[in-house]
């Protein structure tokens, strides 16, 4: 099923438009919201998951006019907040029982094999007896994930789930989600690009409320072959470097020098060697061509 926003505008009180008039069209799969702190992406989301009322705009998913009909999305949607509260001293298997009780499933044996299934998708059935109030933080995102399955939800909505979760946690976390979302449409929203890169068939980049690019991580990467452009100098050099080149990014080695990246339609100087387009390439170009010119 299709999600299609159309001109969706949000002004929050105290005058911050957090959500631009922006139009976009989500397909089944994975799609990825890319942007930095602030962009509007908690917004958008939260407005997609019928949470809070935009100025004006619309959301239709399928034949659901989202605005109109906010039961008939909820009955089919999974949200996973950026922070979840705090959790109950219960077992994990005991509190998906719960909540698939709440949901309005009331056969036991119906529900202890969904709880089941949930835990099996998302690796928690070995600590399943375990509290969820001392589970790690990756852990609990993917009792997020499965506490939302419960609902086998058509469109899944995760809000920067991979903050502050270590690598091999964040491995696991994003290895779940590729899982469920064969089936139904994932937008997932983060700020670090190599989330997207691994997990994305469709991504766009979100800044001042607006989509600066929708594309996919290949046809992205594709779109700048040739333009990018690296060199290593010595630290000292950065400041007239930067006065020269469009710096993209620029890394510290050990010894003191740093990598730069460049975006130059042509060579922009003797010393640069062409380099490899990365996805990065591409937020920090898209996030450059969006600030503002100054006189
Ligand atoms: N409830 C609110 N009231 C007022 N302003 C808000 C509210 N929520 C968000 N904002 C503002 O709206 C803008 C977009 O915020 P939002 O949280 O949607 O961005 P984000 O991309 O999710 O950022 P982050 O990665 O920091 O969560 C920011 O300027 C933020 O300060």
Redesign the pocket.
């Given at each position: 099923m299709k999600l299609v926003i159309e001109n969706l505008t949000k002004t929050?009180?105290?005058g911050?438009?957090?959500?631009d008039n922006l139009s976009i069209e989500i397909g089944t799969g994975m799609f990825g919201l890319l942007?930095?702190?602030?962009?509007?992406?908690?917004?958008?989301?939260?407005t997609i998951a019928t949470l809070?009322s935009p100025d004006s705009g619309s959301i239709k998913f399928g034949d659901i006019d989202v605005l109109e009909d906010n039961m008939s999305l909820r009955k089919i949607l999974g949200y996973l907040p950026?922070s979840f509260g705090v959790y109950p001293k219960m077992s994990a298997e005991d509190l998906l029982d719960y909540f698939a009780t709440l949901k309005g499933i009331a056969s036991k044996s119906d529900r202890q094999k969904l709880v089941k299934e949930v835990l099996e998708i998302t690796n928690l059935y070995d600590v399943r007896r375990k509290h969820v109030a001392g589970y790690s933080g990756g852990m609990k995102q993917r009792f997020g994930i499965a506490q939302l399955l419960l609902n086998n939800p058509k469109l899944i909505i995760v809000?920067?789930p991979t903050?502050g979760l270590d690598p091999a946690e964040r491995h696991r976390f994003l290895n779940v989600l590729r899982e469920v979302g064969t089936n139904c449409t994932v937008i997932f929203?983060t700020?670090i690009v190599e989330d997207v890169k691994e997990l994305c068939n469709e991504m766009a980049i979100?800044n001042g409320?607006r989509i600066l690019n929708h594309t996919t991580p290949q046809e992205a990467t594709k779109e700048i072959e040739g333009t990018i452009w690296k060199k290593i100098i010595s630290r000292d050099d950065l400041e007239e470097n930067e006065k020269n080149f469009n710096i993209l990014s620029s890394n510290y080695n050990q010894d003191n020098t740093l990598n730069i990246r460049v975006h130059a339609t042509e060579k922009p100087a003797d010393d640069f060697v062409a380099a490899t387009p990365q996805l990065d390439d591409v937020y920090f170009i898209a996030l450059k061509q969006d600030e503002p010119v100054l006189n």
């Amino acid at each position: 099923m299709k999600l299609v926003i159309e001109n969706l505008t949000k002004t929050y009180k105290n005058g911050v438009k957090a959500i631009d008039n922006l139009s976009i069209e989500i397909g089944t799969g994975m799609f990825g919201l890319l942007g930095p702190n602030g962009a509007g992406k908690s917004s958008l989301m939260r407005t997609i998951a019928t949470l809070q009322s935009p100025d004006s705009g619309s959301i239709k998913f399928g034949d659901i006019d989202v605005l109109e009909d906010n039961m008939s999305l909820r009955k089919i949607l999974g949200y996973l907040p950026q922070s979840f509260g705090v959790y109950p001293k219960m077992s994990a298997e005991d509190l998906l029982d719960y909540f698939a009780t709440l949901k309005g499933i009331a056969s036991k044996s119906d529900r202890q094999k969904l709880v089941k299934e949930v835990l099996e998708i998302t690796n928690l059935y070995d600590v399943r007896r375990k509290h969820v109030a001392g589970y790690s933080g990756g852990m609990k995102q993917r009792f997020g994930i499965a506490q939302l399955l419960l609902n086998n939800p058509k469109l899944i909505i995760v809000d920067e789930p991979t903050a502050g979760l270590d690598p091999a946690e964040r491995h696991r976390f994003l290895n779940v989600l590729r899982e469920v979302g064969t089936n139904c449409t994932v937008i997932f929203s983060t700020h670090i690009v190599e989330d997207v890169k691994e997990l994305c068939n469709e991504m766009a980049i979100l800044n001042g409320g607006r989509i600066l690019n929708h594309t996919t991580p290949q046809e992205a990467t594709k779109e700048i072959e040739g333009t990018i452009w690296k060199k290593i100098i010595s630290r000292d050099d950065l400041e007239e470097n930067e006065k020269n080149f469009n710096i993209l990014s620029s890394n510290y080695n050990q010894d003191n020098t740093l990598n730069i990246r460049v975006h130059a339609t042509e060579k922009p100087a003797d010393d640069f060697v062409a380099a490899t387009p990365q996805l990065d390439d591409v937020y920090f170009i898209a996030l450059k061509q969006d600030e503002p010119v100054l006189n």
